[in-house]
């Protein structure tokens, strides 16, 4: 088994009686472990001897969420301690890093682990709520640094992706704050994602950013509608040249998806041209639907070919009240992708059966 292309290990394997041995007294000083934290913290023990042994503890299973909670309790109880105005600050700043700091090695051995990242979104909010301005700003500087080399290691890690739209917003509000200039990270965000789809064209989280960009990188140019039809021809080609390199791939048809909404009025005040008029849409369906029965010619076991030909027959249908000219091939498309994918073929004989036909 692998994940993202990095492989696991197969399972578990024989050991001799020695390791076996060695194992249980592990399991057994665990234990022990696990007894002396809780026992701490229920007699409201919240040293800093109690902080190191929850952080052995979380080193040795960072999934134990509960200790993650006894942790920030005891943080909390050393950040509130009175302190001199002099000092708090300082003292606070050393706390918060010092934590941070912890937290690097078990990011990097642990990447996929939800309870270390919100452990450490809940110490940057500490800091924007308990230091001066501009040293919480520089903490959220340094974790855009952070999640740029966690991205690297693992280009598609969902977690890195959120966390870094976190880390963005942040900047942003606490320049405000700041009352500086406010640096506009929309265009430098776009940039980013297109370098990683292009260094892995099969990065879900890196099509769904640029989805999410898109919208408000047109208004901050204040694109106007022939630059915004401009723009969506390129995504069409981007998409296109995509998809012709793996049609197999599921996050290149879910960033396809999302244009094709451009030629939906449902979705007409989210996509990418609004103003679009009724025949421009049925041209560019039209034109993809050419498109796609181009690529079907060497991918005709391709499922979600068939399924974005059916998808955009029926936005066709909606408009104009009539079919594409392909008509007298959907029920052969439904047939094909009813063999392909028969998971589902009762959603496509419900969804086939809605349908009425000339033919």
Known sequence: MASHGVPRGSGLKPTSEQARKKELRKIEEYKSLVEQVNNEVCEEHFTFEVLELTSKLLTLNPEFYTIWNYRRLILQHQLNQQLSPDNEAQSHCELILNDLNFLIPLLRKYPKCYWIWKYRLWLLEEASNRLPRADSHRFWQQELGLVGKMLSLDSRNFHGWGYRRVVIS???????????????????????????????????????????????????????????????????????????????????????????????PKYSSQVIVPNLTSDQRLEFLGKEIEKLLEMLDGAEDCKWIYQSLIQLSRIHNAQSHRWPAQENQIRAWFMELKKLDPLRSGRWNDIEQQLSFDA
């Open 170 to 264: 942040a900047l942003e509000s606490s320049q405000s704050n700041l009352n500086e200039a406010v640096l506009i990270f929309t265009e430098d965000e776009f940039k980013y994602a297109t370098r990683m789809i292009e260094s892995n064209l099969s990065n879900f989280s890196a099509w769904h950013i640029r989805s999410k960009l898109i919208p408000r990188l047109l208004n901050e140019r204040q694109a106007s509608n022939v630059e915004r039809e401009a723009f969506l021809e390129k995504e069409l080609e981007l998409i296109q040249r995509a998809l012709y390199t793996d049609p197999y791939d599921q996050s290149l048809w879910f960033y396809h998806q999302y244009l094709m909404c451009s030629f939906d």
